[in-house]
């Protein structure tokens, strides 16, 4: 009798296990064994100070051009360099005072065409792929089999924006602009966690001692604080900006844990539950691996994560002057100011927009 019981038991953990979508791993990446023992800083602990940059065309999700392979093929890789160096410097050659806007070439960012706002002259995203230990990536995800985020079916979210308030849209009021244009958060979360590569800036300093490790990150100049020597969160009511990150060391890897995300910071939808836990393990003079791994089971139909590397860099971060920049904010604050003294409207906002089209529906009815 025991017999059987084992043997079923046996059948039915095996078909368990067969039902169950494969996983790559169940916690960040591993860093690649290089034998590298990276020098010690005054805390001694691995020194990860410096400034270094995570530069890539690569992106988190794999190119289904490539199909689903996470690695590429070294000619794949080399064409797709190619490609990128050659918009690049169509970009960075002199244009003709005299040509029409018709006549100039399509060399805008993401293949937009004609009579669009930057080149790639302008933008600084790299030319070259992300590579792990030598390898070309397709994309940063190593936890799902396609190399995509992994997205309950069940519930839609807006995966690259904050959620606003019925009737209002984002150029209703300055609160409800993007928040790397009011200068408050970096551009395509630079700043992380998740750390992803953008259109440009992508350069971070390190600075460490024996209490904190911080992060200057150069997109909207902003800076992470990781709180060494305590396992302890902040209260949930308290929510920074980059959330509350508490590191600590396992060997030569730096694990950070940040949760208490402040809701106007989405990240792929995610909710108040996030979880991200990241790994920075030096693995050369000029290389250090970065391991991340995200967990919100509200949004996520899964755990996920990934890798990539940040390489040393010379030189030091600048600083990011966003607002002496940021004529566009200045221009839709001084016209709102405008309607607000002579009363008279010159701009309609989407709620105006969604009743002037209810109005016109009320007259097809009628």
């Known amino acids: 009798m025991l ?30 064994a290089t034998g590298y023992k990276a020098p010690l800083a005054a805390d001694g602990h691995p020194d990860l100070q410096g400034v270094w940059t995570n530069v890539a065309v690569t992106r988190l999700e794999r190119n289904p ?51 669009c706002n930057y080149n790639a002259a302008w933008t600084d995203p790299g030319s070259l792929v992300m590579r792990v230990n030598g390898q070309p990536r397709n994309g940063f995800i190593t936890s799902t089999a396609d190399g995509k985020v992994p997205m309950r079916k069940d519930i839609k979210v807006n995966l ?26 970096s551009f395509g979360n630079s700043s992380g966690p998740v750390m992803l590569p953008g259109l440009y800036n992508n350069t971070y300093q390190v600075v460490q001692t024996k209490d904190e490790v911080a992060i200057d ?6 800076v992470r604080h990781v709180r060494l020597n305590t396992t302890q969160h902040l209260p949930a009511s308290i929510r920074p900006w980059l959330g509350d990150s508490v590191g600590h060391w396992e060997g030569p890897t730096l694990v950070v844990e940040t949760t208490n995300f402040n809701p106007q910071q989405v990240f792929r939808g995610a909710s108040e539950h996030l979880k991200v836990t990241e790994r920075f ?24 994560g990934g890798e990539y590397e940040f390489s040393r860099i010379t030189g030091q971060v600048y600083e990011y002057a ?16 405008e309607e607000d003294r002579t009363g008279h409207k010159t701009a309609p906002t989407n709620v105006d927009q969604k009743a002037k089209a209810a109005d016109a529906e009320d007259g097809e009815g009628s």
């Not at 046996?10 to 860093?31: G, I």
């Not at 797709?80 to 100039?104: F, H, M, S, Y």
């Open 65 to 115: 051009r490539y199909g689903q392979n996470l690695v590429l093929t070294d000619a794949e890789a080399k064409k797709i360099e190619a490609r990128t160096q050659a918009q690049i410097d169509l970009g960075n050659k002199p244009t003709d005072p005299n040509a029409k806007v018709t006549d100039l070439p399509a060399d805008c960012s993401g293949g937009r065409g004609t009579d």
């Open 3 to 32: 017999a059987k019981t084992l043997k079923a038991l046996a059948f039915s953990t095996a078909f368990v296990a067969l039902a169950l979508p494969p996983l790559a791993h169940a916690q960040p990446p591993a860093p690649p």
């Open 322 to 337: 966003c607002h002496e920049g940021n004529y566009g904010l200045v221009g839709i604050l001084q016209g709102a100011r």
């Open 160 to 185: 690259y924006g904050r959620a606003l308030p019925a009737g209002q849209s984002p150029s209703d009021n300055p609160e409800t602009r993007a928040l790397g244009e009011r200068c408050l958060l």
């Open 217 to 222: 990150v150069e997109m909207v100049h902003d």
């Open 281 to 304: 393990t030096r693995t050369g003079k000029d290389k250090m691996h970065y391991a991340f791994w995200v967990e919100d089971p509200t949004v996520f139909a899964q755990p996920w």
